[in-house]
């Protein structure tokens, strides 16, 4: 059975990973809220949310992990050729509201949304707070391609990704794996697999050692 959260409880009141659910895989608790206390605290361990609409709150930790490291990201020619012959431009939070908003429309392969209207207020208080960031694809002056997620310590923790123009989502994950090093990041989390992510290098850790890698890379991140 899952955990039930109320959201008067403090926000590290996770049950241990390892209490996960198979069936859903990687389901692990409900209810509670989005504070920044408890989304820090989730992410710290290993922990996302993910719900549907008229859902409570649902809290995930699948085993295995999906995960990108940046020496493994794979940057296909025609990819290349599309960063130079479109004369894309890479920006860190240009415009967070904008990004969210528009990974959380309507899309012709799935005209649901996960990213409701309390998700989107939560992550621009983190996006306040200095927690949450865009990585953002430019052209001419127009938002044509991005992606949010969530930096602790080493590890960015991706959540969504939207494009306009074709490769345009890639181009800022590439512009995104290009700046790592100087960005001190090591791991980038992408929580389930997906064929589009694969073809892209990422790929399933078991949870332990995804555990082990965000404890190791969360050294330098401030204490919640």
């Known amino acids: 059975m899952i955990t039930w959260l109320a959201p008067g409880d403090p926000p590290d009141r996770f049950p241990p990973v390892e209490q996960a659910l198979p069936e859903p895989p ?15 605290a989730a992410y710290r361990r290993g922990i996302f949310p993910w719900y549907s609409p008229g859902q409570p709150v649902l809290w995930w930790s699948p085993d295995p992990r999906e995960v990108l490291l940046p020496g493994e990201f794979h940057c296909a020619r025609s990819l290349k050729r599309s960063i130079r012959r479109e004369a894309f431009e890479w920006r860190q939070d240009g415009d967070f509201a904008a990004v969210i908003r528009a990974c959380a429309a309507p899309r012709s392969v799935s005209p649901g949304t996960w990213i409701t209207p309390a998700m989107i207020g939560a992550y621009e208080r983190m996006h306040a707070l200095g927690y949450a960031h865009s990585i953002e694809t430019w052209q001419r002056g127009t938002l044509i391609g991005g992606l949010y997620g969530i930096r602790l310590g080493r590890v960015f923790f991706g959540e969504s990704m ?8 890639k181009a800022a994950l590439a512009g995104l794996i290009e700046r790592c090093e100087a960005l001190g990041l090591e791991l980038i989390d992408c929580q389930m697999a997906s ?30």
């Open 26 to 40: 990687g389901l692990l608790a409900a209810g509670g809220d989005l504070t920044p206390e408890r989304l820090l």
């Open 162 to 169: 939207f494009s306009r123009a074709t490769d345009a989502s």
């Open 195 to 224: 064929p589009h992510l694969r073809s892209l290098g990422s790929r399933a850790l078991p949870r332990t050692e995804f555990l082990l890698r965000l404890a190791q890379a969360l050294e330098s991140a401030p204490v919640a």
